[in-house]
Every structure is written in structure tokens, then in C-alpha cells.
T-cell receptor
Framework: EAGVTQFPSHSVIEKGQTVTLRCDPI?????LYWYRRVMGKEIKFLLH????????ESGMPNNRFLAERTGGTYSTLKVQPAELEDSGVYFC?????????????FGEGSWLTVV | GQNIDQPTEMTATEGAIVQINCTYQ??????LFWYQQHAGEAPTFLSY????GLEEKGRFSSFLSRSKGYSYLLLKELQMKDSASYLC?????????????FGSGTRLQVQP
């Protein structure tokens, strides 16, 4: 079974440009999460989808970030326009419906460098 | 607010036992996770504790004390491949909220 896959694995863009990150969760996982780790800091929550609905977007830093999950399958995270402080690793994770200690599986991350 | 503390770095010897501590202060509690992360790879789930006590899974065990806001990850019979970062994460809970709050991670170096 395929795990959580993310694309691209690495991206280098200039300040002011747009980048779109994609996440394909594990098949059948209703819950999809985006997290981010900037250099030297801890992994921080961005938002949580349940199917196509945004359950919690309290971690989104500002309106330059837009996440979508049309159809409740894969998700995209767009950064527009990108700023230098957006550099970091963007992790996607997924889990089955319900909580009760269900394992949350992470992708390998999309490394974003804004220059 | 949410606060999770764990040591930044630890060093241990192959074959030995190491304990990685994690203390937390969160506005709610719905479980504590431990993840292992090798450089450039995805965090890999190790354990989940929601009740007090010890959960054992092979060479790895995790302990939780909710009253003390304290957990530890115990690694036995250390192997070189156990060199990695170990992430403590808490689910603060709340209606519909399943976000994890992570600590900064403990970088473990296993030496021969």
C-alpha cells in the first residue's frame, strides 16, 4: 500500500513567485493534515481536512496560503506570493476516519526554499 | 498555550538503553505520540499513549503520566540505525480538533 506522497520533493523559487504543493494521502483516509517546519523550529500545524471540508485552519499563517481538497482525495497547498520566511519543509499527513488513537501517517515532505 | 519540552540532543552507546523525556503543558489532552524521523525522511509513528502507564512495543516502550504532564520513550538494545530525531507530539483535543502540537525533537546519536 502506498504511503502519503508529496510533490514536489524540493522546490526553489524566487520571492514573489507562486508555488503549489500537492499531497496524496493514503487511500481511504478521510483526514488530511498540513504541517510545516521552518529551519530550527518545531513542526507546526497548518490545517486539517475531513474529506473536502476544512475542519481546522487555525494554523494557517496568513492569506498568502490557500489549501484545497476538491473531491476529498488529494490536496494542494498554494503559497502566493511566496516570501523568504515561507522557506521550510511542508509535511502532509493522513489518518483514517475517527480519532481514538488512530495512527497519523506523514509524507516525506516538500522542501521549499524561497530566495 | 501549548508547550512541549524535550532535550535537544542525546548520545548513547550501541546495545545500551536510552530514555528520552518529554514534558508538556497544553490546554487539553487527547493523547501523546512519539515519532521517529531520519534526516530527509517522513516522521514515522512509534507509539501513542492516552492512558497512564507503559506501552511496550518490541525494543521501544513509551510511558505517560497525565497528572505530571510527562512522558518518556525508552529504547532498548540500541542499534546504529536508531540514530534519528525523536519527536514528542500532543493532541490537545477539543471538539473537532485533531491537530498535533510537536516538540522540537531530540536528536539521538548512537555510537559504536
Amino acid at each position: 500500500e502506498a504511503g502519503v506522497t508529496q510533490f514536489p520533493s524540493h522546490s526553489v523559487i524566487e520571492k514573489g513567485q507562486t508555488v503549489t504543493l500537492r499531497c496524496d494521502p493514503i487511500s481511504g483516509h478521510d483526514n488530511l493534515y498540513w504541517y510545516r517546519r521552518v529551519m530550527g523550529k518545531e513542526i507546526k500545524f497548518l490545517l486539517h481536512f475531513v474529506k473536502e471540508s476544512k475542519q481546522d485552519e487555525s494554523g494557517m499563517p496568513n492569506n498568502r496560503f490557500l489549501a484545497e481538497r476538491t473531491g476529498g482525495t488529494y490536496s494542494t497547498l498554494k503559497v502566493q506570493p511566496a516570501e523568504l520566511e515561507d522557506s521550510g519543509v511542508y509535511f502532509c499527513a493522513s489518518s483514517l476516519r475517527g480519532f481514538s488513537g488512530n495512527t497519523i501517517y506523514f509524507g516525506e515532505g516538500s522542501w521549499l526554499t524561497v530566495v | 498555550g501549548q508547550n512541549i519540552d524535550q532535550p535537544t540532543e542525546m548520545t548513547a552507546t550501541e546495545g545500551a538503553i536510552v530514555q528520552i523525556n518529554c514534558t508538556y503543558q497544553t490546554s487539553g489532552f487527547n493523547g501523546l505520540f512519539w515519532y521517529q524521523q531520519h534526516a530527509g525522511e517522513a516522521p514515522t509513528f512509534l507509539s501513542y499513549n492516552v492512558l497512564d502507564g507503559l506501552e511496550e512495543k518490541g525494543r521501544f516502550s513509551s510511558f505517560l503520566s497525565r497528572s505530571k504532564g510527562y512522558s518518556y520513550l525508552l529504547l532498548k538494545e540500541l542499534q546504529m540505525k536508531d540514530s534519528a530525531s525523536y519527536l514528542c507530539a500532543v493532541s490537545p483535543g477539543g471538539t473537532g480538533r485533531r491537530a498535533l502540537t510537536f516538540g522540537s525533537g531530540t536528536r539521538l546519536q548512537v555510537q559504536p
